[in-house]
């Protein structure tokens, strides 16, 4: 009777161990789907939120309307050069005796 017993035991165990691990890949199989859901969800709203956020179409310094991606680019491409100015190729260089009559640090 008490092999008998063992041994149903033992059975009813590995039942219940093939059906955990078959619970287990199903709801690992639901997360892989859902999260790739989520993930197409994702994509779809980063490549609304890049639409909303491009610029069609702007007016230049004339207030003309420009249309179009290398037009508006150009547009405000200028508009910023000519906001930032040229560089400055003139400089002077600092004079070494003006860098020597304060506070010094050293590289120790």
């Known amino acids: 009777m008490q092999e008998k017993q063992r041994v149903v035991r ?6 219940l161990d093939s059906s ?12 892989i789907n859902g999260g790739n859901h989520c993930t197409q969800f994702f994509f779809v709203k980063m ?11 702007i007016y230049d310094d ?14 405000m491409t200028e508009f910023y050069q000519k906001l930032l100015g040229e560089q400055n190729s003139k400089r002077t260089h600092v004079l070494q005796k ?3 009559t304060g506070p010094i640090l050293d590289s120790k």
């Open 62 to 75: 004339p207030r003309n309307r420009v249309e179009g991606f290398k037009a508006v680019a150009k547009v």
């Open 98 to 100: 003006i860098m020597e």
């Open 10 to 15: 033992e059975r009813y165990i590995d039942i």
């Open 20 to 31: 955990t691990k078959l619970m287990r890949q199903q709801s690992k199989l639901e997360w």
């Open 47 to 57: 490549k609304q939120r890049k639409q909303a956020n491009y610029i069609f179409s």
